[in-house]
């Protein structure tokens, strides 16, 4: 899909416009529910995962930028969810592996959510910036923006084999940064998100 800048459909979303949500909603729904399902297979998690995306989107909806198109923030708060998810299913599975006390996974305290991901976007960032300027732009086109690697090559004016041949260099390093720097969950979580192309 092509991605235009709606910005009068930003600036009525900002207002609290319901219809303006709505489009938003038509618009993106159904390709971020294929977007989830590639890492979450239960059909209910990922109605869970959009519900809550557009939730968040909504609830942010005074802090949204003119000069970026909606489905920017849904891809990232997308991300970010799925992120909770699979950690969540990780650290569920190790309680069992080490025979150790089974905790109430249903959610996580609001503030420690919120620290984890400080820390997971401060790292992710990190990550990026080792990334030569043009790597880290294809980077973020396809795993922020969600636009195939023939949409970035038609953007960039460059060839999809280019594309390809960024993204694989950027997976590397940003998967090597994380093994060095980090411990071994986050380079898990990095392969099962970003890995896959969309």
Request: aromatic share 12%.
């Amino acid at each position: 899909m092509k991605y235009t800048l709606d910005t009068s459909l930003n600036t009525r979303l900002k207002n609290s416009d319901h219809d303006a949500f709505v489009s938003i909603y038509n618009r993106h729904a159904k390709e971020l529910y294929y977007f989830v399902n590639k890492y979450i297979k239960e059909s209910s998690v990922c109605d869970d995962i959009i519900h809550d995306a557009f939730l968040n989107l909504w609830n942010a909806r005074a802090r949204i930028k003119d000069s970026y198109p909606v489905h920017y923030y849904l891809f990232r708060i997308v991300r970010n969810l799925i992120y909770k998810e699979i950690k969540k299913r990780i650290n569920f599975n190790l309680l069992f592996q080490n025979n150790s006390e089974i905790l109430d996974v249903k959610g996580e305290d609001d503030v420690e959510e919120k620290v984890l991901d400080k820390e997971y976007t401060e790292i992710y960032n990190l990550a990026l910036n080792t990334l030569p300027p043009q790597r880290k732009r294809i980077f973020k086109m396809s795993r922020e923006e969600g636009l195939s690697y023939k949409e970035i090559a038609s953007n960039l004016e460059i060839s999809t084999q280019t594309v390809k041949e960024h993204m694989s260099l950027a997976m590397k390093t940003i998967k090597d940064y994380i093994a060095k720097e980090h411990d071994i969950l986050l380079k898990s979580l990095f392969i099962l998100i970003f890995y896959n192309k969309l």
